[in-house]
């Protein structure tokens, strides 16, 4: 699978082989008819794809239109797969979906999708620091990790510093 949207060659292929060692129950699909296929045979549900869909996951099941296979595709639609694993009282969740609900009341799946297009945004603004074969890219990414930790431990975060965590969670599975 090749994905675009890298900085720096070589992270590219560091990544997708990264991703799919760590997500190796995840079977991915270009063709529309063999993911609704698998769906189907595997979960006992039919599953819509509508013209608009660039990429859809489902359970284990991700499926990226064909010509789109590009790093925040992959990511968005990995970026389900985690979030929607993750147990709806987790701390993480809890605070995004209260920083993402704003001042109104939207329903959980618009807040749910627009929460996993914002950390598939921050793993691809940050995949040449998260796959950095330098010391010094290796340093950055770990102070950055550390300083986030130290913020959500004392509670002192903001939305970007809960999405990095959870874009890096992705990342490192």
Avoid: C
């Amino acid at each position: 699978m090749g994905l675009t949207g890298f900085t720096h060659p070589g992270v590219a292929q560091a990544a997708i082989d990264h991703l799919l060692d760590s997500y190796s129950n995840v079977r991915f699909f270009s063709s529309e008819d063999e993911f609704k296929k698998y769906v189907r045979t595997n979960f006992l549900r039919d599953v819509e794809v509508t013209a608009e869909d660039i990429g859809l996951a489902f359970k284990n099941a991700v499926f990226i239109r064909p010509g789109e296979h590009r790093q925040d595709r992959m990511l968005h639609e990995l970026g389900h797969i985690y979030y929607d694993s993750l147990a709806d009282d987790n701390r993480s969740k809890v605070e995004l979906r209260k920083l993402f609900t704003g001042e109104g009341s939207r329903p959980i799946d618009e807040i749910d999708e627009d929460i996993v297009r914002a950390i598939g945004q921050m793993a691809h603004e940050h995949a040449d620091q998260f796959f950095s074969p330098t010391f010094y890219g290796k340093l950055v990414n770990a102070l950055r990790r550390f300083w986030v930790q130290v913020k959500l431990t004392i509670g002192m975060y903001s939305q970007r510093d809960l999405l990095f965590d959870m874009a890096d969670q992705l990342y490192n599975n």
